[in-house]
């Protein structure tokens, strides 16, 4: 299957910084990834959508400004968490579907997830 | 509003057999999931029903009855390992992904 790789997987930082989560399709073309959020014992969190070349679609309550979007190019998308505080301690996860090769099953694909904590 | 039911919480004992259930109320469907998700690491697809029935894959097996909004997941000759949550989802008419809250399977030796 399509292989979906995320970085870094862990990371911890002070109150206030930037923080930035790469999510890489690394053996197909990603024109849309997805980014989720999971609290512990919780279900993901849609986040946004992202679309390669355009602007991120945001899921309502989603601060644009806090998680900014990037999807510059068809296998890497970013998520930065602006000025990080310790409520955005978080499990963020991307995903994408191969949509391009033509065998879409409409199975997402996964990365390994970013745990991110804010001192 | 859209929804998807499953249980919290289901303890087997290792070797058995057990179904973890799950119920949907979406804005059209498209298709449901089953994904394992172990503690601490991302979700790894398990299944993917469309059509009215079963589908078996080794030891895991989904079903699926559109008309009655209903799905379940049937795991056989259960494993430690097997100990994970299980989420169920389903896509809406325009393909978003509804998800349940998952179900958290214990096994016991």
């Known amino acids: 299957g399509a292989v979906v790789s995320q970085h870094p997987s862990r990371v911890i930082c002070k109150s206030g910084t930037s923080v930035k989560i790469e999510c890489r399709s690394l053996?197909?073309?990603?024109?849309?990834m997805f980014w989720y959020r999971q609290f512990p014992k919780k279900s993901l969190m849609l986040m946004a959508t992202?679309?390669?070349?355009?602007?991120?679609?945001?899921e309502q309550g989603v601060e644009k400004d806090k998680f900014l979007i990037n999807h510059a190019s068809l296998t890497l998308s970013t998520l930065t968490v602006t000025s990080a505080h310790p409520e955005d301690s978080s499990f963020y996860i991307c995903?994408?579907?191969?949509?391009?090769?033509?065998?879409?099953?409409?199975?997402?694909?996964f990365g390994e997830g970013s745990r991110l904590t804010v001192l | 509003g859209q929804n998807i039911d499953q249980p919290t919480e289901m303890t087997a004992t290792e070797g058995a057999i057990v179904q973890i259930n799950c119920t949907y109320q979406?804005?059209?469907?498209?298709?449901l999931f089953w994904y394992q998700q172990h503690a601490g690491e991302a979700p790894t697809f398990l299944s993917y029903?469309?059509l009215d029935g079963l589908e078996e894959k080794g030891r895991f097996s989904s079903f699926l009855s559109r008309s009655k909004g209903y799905s379940y997941l049937l795991l056989k000759e259960l494993q430690m390992k097997d100990s994970a949550s299980y989420l169920c989802?389903?896509?809406?008419?325009?393909?978003?992904?509804?998800w349940g809250a998952g179900t958290k399977l214990i096994i016991k030796p």
């Open positions: 995903s994408a579907r191969d949509l391009a090769s033509g065998a879409d099953t409409g199975e997402l694909f």
């Open positions: 053996d197909f073309q990603a024109t849309t």
């Open positions: 992202s679309n390669e070349g355009s602007k991120a679609t945001y």
């Open positions: 979406t804005s059209g469907f498209n298709g």
């Open positions: 029903n469309v």
């Open positions: 989802a389903a896509f809406d008419s325009n393909y978003q992904l509804i």
